[in-house]
């Protein structure tokens, strides 16, 4: 088979690199890719949010299935546009993804099919928003409705700082139309996960329980970035607290979608807060999580090829999933001043090979240039590894990062401490 998968970060070199491993897979395309995936397949330079195109490129080039990774494309509705050209695509329609592309239609969904979640207040007009803030205690979460490039969500202190978020998101417009209305968000204390499901419509399976680190600095502090690093499973996330999430949410989600005729085949991302009142819902994603993945792919034992297709032909109940039982974690190398501003082009040293089979680096923001590798982008480098314990997985990865340096090159020295 030929796959084209859509994007070029770390998540999407992680699906190639496993999809690589199937014996049916004969060649991977990536659009636009990186320097890691130009290793195991080829980049192409096609416009993602050209639909016309994309769907002609794919005719032309037999591809049989299309995996799309970043939201953008998915919220554009390039998902429908590959289906009426009876293109097999991996990634659910516009409607569907929805449920990530407005937070307002997430939190109205999430009352409607009781699913639990913080208590909101959604405005559209700036004084209404900011004379019910006057009402409100501290600390309390202003949210962008809107797709914001993971920057749309600001946990405001004090009254200030939320009527300053109100007035840059709704007056100044710094996320464009995104920002034109708000969910302004009681704000939830616990410990926060990231819950993946594959879904075929109507069954769903669920993947091992994860964390990603948001904040650019250790200890969760500085501004939030697309995420610096993950583990995989959590110790502490027991299996009733996994049935509790599925019966509750994610079961709930698909069914009430389906009942909306917003069908979802694709991979549904909740993130989720365990509070003291139990799991609850922050967002949903509409997709396969970044850096998420790097690990999951890493700890999946079947034939990823196997479970896209039984999700796209709705037989995932008779798909068995198999996880593997150990360890995983993902360091993110980023580059100097991400997530703000930072140069692209420095050269990247491989201090030292990194040997045996349990590690292994994926490319996010990376180019090849002359055999050599060059930054390319915010988040530059995952490594992995897998590992019987957390402590033994982390181990292994810190090791290996090491053993990697570009000029300002930053990263956090705790991904996972916290649960050890
Ligand atoms: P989001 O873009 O919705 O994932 O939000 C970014 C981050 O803001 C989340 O990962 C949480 O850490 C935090 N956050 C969002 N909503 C809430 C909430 N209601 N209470 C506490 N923290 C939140
Ligand atoms: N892990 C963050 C995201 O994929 O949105």
Same mark, same amino acid.
């Given at each position: 088979?030929?796959?084209?998968?859509?994007?070029?970060?770390?998540?999407?070199?992680?699906?190639?690199? +496993? $999809?690589?491993?199937?014996?049916?897979?004969?060649?991977?395309?990536?659009?636009?890719?990186?320097?890691?995936?130009?290793?195991?397949?080829?980049?192409?330079?096609?416009?993602?949010?050209?639909?016309? &195109?994309?769907?002609?490129?794919?005719?032309?080039?037999?591809?049989?299935?299309?995996?799309?990774?970043?939201?953008?494309?998915?919220?554009?509705? $390039?998902?429908?546009?590959?289906?009426?050209?009876?293109? /097999?695509?991996?990634?659910?329609?516009?409607?569907?993804?929805?449920?990530?592309?407005? /937070?307002?239609?997430?939190?109205?969904?999430?009352?409607?099919?009781?699913?639990?979640?913080?208590?909101?207040?959604?405005?559209?007009?700036?004084?209404?928003?900011?004379?019910?803030? &006057?009402?409100?205690?501290?600390? $309390?979460?202003?949210?962008?409705?809107?797709?914001?490039?993971?920057?749309?969500?600001?946990?405001?202190?004090?009254?200030?700082?939320?009527?300053?978020?109100?007035?840059?998101?709704?007056? +100044?417009?710094?996320?464009?139309?995104?920002?034109?209305?708000?969910? #302004?968000?009681?704000?939830?204390?616990?410990?926060?996960?990231?819950?993946?499901?594959?879904?075929?419509?109507?069954?769903?399976?669920?993947?091992?329980?994860?964390?990603?680190? /948001?904040?650019?600095?250790?200890?969760?502090?500085?501004?939030?970035?697309?995420?610096?690093?993950?583990?995989?499973?959590?110790?502490?996330?027991? =299996?009733?607290?996994?049935?509790?999430?599925?019966? =509750?949410? *994610?079961?709930?989600?698909?069914?009430?979608?389906?009942?909306?005729?917003? +069908?979802?085949?694709?991979?549904?991302?909740?993130?989720?807060?365990?509070?003291?009142?139990?799991? +609850?819902?922050?967002?949903?994603?509409?997709?396969?999580?970044?850096?998420?993945?790097?690990?999951?792919?890493?700890?999946?034992?079947?034939?990823?090829?196997?479970?896209?297709? %039984?999700?796209?032909?709705?037989?995932?109940?008779?798909?068995? #999933?198999?996880?593997? &039982?150990?360890?995983?974690?993902?360091?993110?190398?980023?580059?100097?001043?991400?997530?703000?501003?930072?140069?692209?082009?420095? %050269?990247?040293?491989?201090?030292?090979?990194?040997?045996?089979?349990?590690?292994?680096?994926?490319?996010?923001?990376?180019?090849?240039?002359?055999?050599?590798?060059?930054?390319?982008?915010?988040?530059?480098?995952?490594?992995?590894?897998?590992?019987?314990?957390?402590?033994?997985? $982390?181990?292994?990865?810190?090791?290996?990062?090491?053993?990697?340096?570009? &000029?300002?090159?930053?990263?956090?020295?705790?991904?996972? *401490?916290?649960?050890?």
């Amino acid at each position: 088979m030929r796959i084209l998968i859509i994007g070029g970060g770390g998540r999407e070199h992680s699906i190639g690199w +496993k $999809l690589k491993q199937s014996k049916k897979v004969k060649k991977i395309y990536f659009s636009p890719g990186n320097g890691g995936t130009s290793l195991i397949g080829k980049n192409i330079q096609i416009d993602n949010s050209n639909h016309q &195109k994309v769907g002609s490129w794919a005719k032309k080039n037999k591809i049989n299935l299309v995996v799309i990774g970043p939201d953008q494309y998915l919220a554009e509705g $390039l998902a429908d546009s590959l289906q009426k050209k009876n293109i /097999k695509v991996f990634g659910p329609t516009k409607i569907a993804s929805e449920i990530e592309w407005s /937070k307002s239609f997430a939190k109205q969904f999430m009352i409607e099919e009781g699913i639990p979640t913080a208590k909101f207040a959604i405005f559209n007009n700036f004084e209404k928003a900011n004379s019910y803030i &006057k009402k409100q205690k501290f600390p $309390l979460v202003i949210k962008a409705d809107g797709l914001a490039s993971g920057k749309g969500v600001v946990i405001a202190k004090s009254f200030l700082e939320a009527e300053s978020a109100l007035k840059e998101m709704m007056k +100044k417009k710094i996320y464009g139309n995104a920002g034109s209305r708000v969910v #302004i968000e009681e704000y939830l204390t616990g410990k926060e996960i990231s819950i993946h499901a594959f879904s075929d419509g109507k069954t769903t399976k669920l993947f091992p329980s994860s964390q990603d680190h /948001k904040r650019i600095f250790d200890s969760d502090s500085g501004p939030n970035t697309g995420g610096m690093g993950t583990i995989s499973p959590l110790p502490w996330v027991t =299996k009733k607290l996994m049935l509790e999430i599925h019966k =509750k949410i *994610v079961k709930p989600t698909i069914k009430g979608l389906e009942k909306r005729n917003r +069908k979802f085949v694709g991979v549904l991302y909740p993130g989720i807060m365990v509070t003291k009142q139990g799991p +609850k819902v922050i967002e949903f994603n509409a997709r396969f999580g970044d850096p998420e993945t790097q690990v999951y792919m890493r700890l999946l034992e079947n034939d990823l090829l196997d479970i896209l297709f %039984s999700c796209i032909e709705g037989r995932l109940s008779k798909t068995k #999933i198999k996880w593997k &039982k150990e360890s995983a974690s993902c360091v993110v190398l980023a580059s100097g001043g991400y997530p703000g501003k930072y140069k692209n082009g420095l %050269s990247i040293k491989w201090i030292s090979d990194i040997k045996g089979t349990s590690v292994f680096v994926f490319h996010a923001g990376t180019k090849k240039v002359k055999n050599k590798f060059v930054t390319n982008g915010g988040r530059v480098i995952n490594v992995t590894s897998t590992g019987r314990t957390l402590k033994n997985s $982390l181990n292994k990865t810190y090791k290996a990062v090491n053993t990697i340096d570009f &000029k300002g090159m930053q990263f956090r020295k705790d991904i996972g *401490v916290k649960s050890l």
